[in-house]
């Protein structure tokens, strides 16, 4: 009875529930029937807005989860950097890590004057304490420090400096840009910051200003024009050329575009520096020597010097360089065969002085040879040592031992100088050792360059005691309260009213890895372009295969060519 009534009770009540629900009872009763309409609707949006709130929650929650572990990933790349650089205080040589805080202090004091006297402006011109646009406003010395700043541990005035990169760094410029300086300094300094922090701001400024250079590879050979409009596009080549291109210019832009095609996945970079190395290679000479002119029209050399100094050096030292940045393999094989046969052709212009046998570099014209080395050349050594792991034992000795001998000349250099200063180019009579040339010192990297590399692959710490001596001659006549001078004359020391960006960019750098671990910033993982500047060395694809990196973790009278510098001021 009790079961029976219960049931019996709830279906009644189950009943008289569902006919206030039925359309006909609510019908009889038109307020009822509105306030059911309205509590229904009512109930499908609050029921709708869950929903999407549920939807949209997950999405923040999903965008989260992805920020926290790209913040984890960055995180392990700063342990990472700390750890690397606890084990170089803590386990390198403590003569080594005295030597590195006194270049990095010599670092901040130039940056330091750079902030205050010139902040965004090309250089700083510490006689007058202001700075000047040498190269179109593109901020030249803060963006060719970055890696330095980065490299250093100078972590307040690297993010100084990328704010600005961020915030003011404009390349919409009516300015008849250099294209070859551009894109070792600016270019080169972004991808570098890039490679090193992972900092996309540093990628997408670079390809911006590439992009603006472009044009210039628009000619009837692919050779491009070494000067072009950054705002309208307009490209042509100095007057004082008679309209041809440089050959250090034209054929020394190969590590940045290949590295910003690879860092971008976008081919045009790489197809248009690469097909300048096409259209050289299908008149290369025998000895591997090319004249400092090209016509941009037909593509042929035209008769002018050969020189491993200004306006020929760089093309030499990228064609190395294009061979390391992938990774030596078969891909760029034709880089390392151009090289070599270069090469060839460097040693037939190797002469000795007497009495003391200086080895120096000659420059030609023709089948005449003049006696004269720029401290440009410098970097030759550097390169030789550098390319000498890729022969046989017989041959990579040989060319280690020349590397040696022209170090010991360009150290010298420096030496016979009542400032222990090099000057710009030297001279080599018959009978007699060198004799300066043009007398100026403008903080040139070159020597210091060469004696990094050599350290590096022999470990003769003689080279380290050279660099040494080099960095206190700097500090003694160089450095003033406001930065750092060049010289116009290595014999009065008096100097001149310019802090070259390329002293903050290569010979502090140089200078500062010259007393560092072998492991830091190694050259397993890293290849330096003309302006010091560390791009990530990383295998060239084959059969439409993706770039594979080495090494994933982040850590760090006018002249031109290899660095087409301006003379002193």
């Known amino acids: 009875m009790g079961k029976k009534s219960l049931s019996s009770s709830s279906q009644s009540w189950w009943w008289r529930g569902w006919r ?37 929650h997950q999405l923040v929650v999903s965008r989260l989860n992805k920020e926290l572990i790209t913040l984890k990933n960055q995180l392990e790349n700063v342990k990472k950097h700390i750890r690397s650089w606890s084990i170089v205080e803590e386990e390198d040589d403590p003569l080594n890590v ?52 980065y490299i250093m541990g100078l972590d307040e005035q690297f993010q100084r ?61 692919g050779i491009p024009y070494n000067i072009i409009n950054l705002r309208y596009g307009d490209a042509h080549n100095p007057r004082w ?31 248009k520096v690469e097909y300048v190395i096409e259209e050289l290679h299908k008149t290369f000479p025998a000895d591997g020597l090319l004249p400092i002119y090209i016509d941009p029209h037909t593509g042929i050399t035209s008769y002018s010097k050969i020189s491993f100094g200004a306006l020929g050096d760089s093309f030499y030292e990228y064609l190395l360089k294009a061979w390391i940045q992938g990774n030596k393999t078969e891909s760029v094989t034709q880089y390392r065969e151009m090289w070599e046969t270069s090469m060839r052709g460097l040693k037939s212009l190797i002469r000795r002085t007497t009495p003391s046998s200086y080895a120096y570099i000659c420059e030609k014209t023709g089948s005449s040879l003049s006696d004269k080395m720029d401290e440009l050349a410098c970097f030759a050594p550097g390169m030789l040592a550098l390319g000498s792991t890729g022969y046989g034992p017989d041959e990579a ?11 010991w000349t360009c150290y010298n250099f420096y030496q016979t100088t009542p400032t222990k200063l090099a000057g710009e180019n030297y001279y080599f009579p018959a009978g007699q050792d060198m004799t300066v040339g043009t007398s100026w010192s403008i903080l040139r990297p070159e020597t210091v360059e060469s004696l990094f590399y050599l350290w590096r692959l022999t470990g003769n710490k003689t080279y380290q005691e050279w660099g040494w001596n080099i960095f206190q001659a700097f500090e003694k006549n160089s450095r003033v309260d406001t930065g750092y001078s060049g010289l116009k004359d290595v014999s009065s020391g008096e100097k001149d009213n310019m802090m070259q ?17 072998p492991s830091f910033i190694s050259l397993d993982e890293w290849v330096f372009n003309t ?5 990530r060395i990383v295998t060239r694809p084959a059969n439409g295969e993706t770039y594979s990196t080495i090494g994933q973790g982040r850590l760090q009278e006018r002249f031109h060519g290899r660095k087409g510098r301006s003379g002193s001021n």
Not at 130 to 136: A, L, M, N
Not at 186 to 192: D, H, Q
Not at 248 to 271: H, M, N, V
């Open 20 to 56: 206030y629900l039925h359309p006909q009872h609510n019908l009889r009763r038109p307020l009822l029937l509105a306030l059911f309409i309205i509590s229904f609707v009512a109930l499908t949006f609050l029921l709708s807005g869950l929903e999407s709130l549920s939807v949209e």
């Open 98 to 149: 005295e030597r590195r805080r006194a270049v990095k202090e010599a670092m901040i004091h130039a940056w330091a004057c750079y902030e205050m006297y010139a902040w965004g402006h090309d250089e700083l011109q510490p006689q007058t304490r202001d700075g000047v646009d040498s190269f179109g406003g593109l901020g030249a010395t803060l963006v060719d420090s970055l890696d330095t700043l």
């Open 161 to 221: 400096a990328r704010e600005w990169v961020a915030n003011s760094l404009n390349f919409n410029k009516n300015y008849e840009a250099s294209v070859f300086e551009t894109t070792i300094r600016v270019i080169g300094g972004l991808l570098s910051a890039y490679d090193l922090s992972d900092d996309k701001v540093f990628l997408e400024k670079a390809r911006d200003i590439a992009d603006r250079l472009l044009p210039a590879w628009n000619t009837p050979s």
């Open 241 to 271: 050329t008679g309209g041809k291109s440089i050959l250090a210019d034209a054929g020394s832009e190969q590590l940045e575009f290949i590295a910003l095609s690879q860092r971008t996945k976008d081919p045009k970079y790489q197809q």
């Open 397 to 407: 000795e040989k060319f280690l031992s020349l590397a040696e001998e022209l170090a």
């Open 501 to 517: 960006s390329f002293f903050l960019a290569e010979t502090l750098k140089y200078l500062y890895l010259l007393f560092s671990p």
């Open 531 to 535: 302006e010091a500047h560390p791009l």
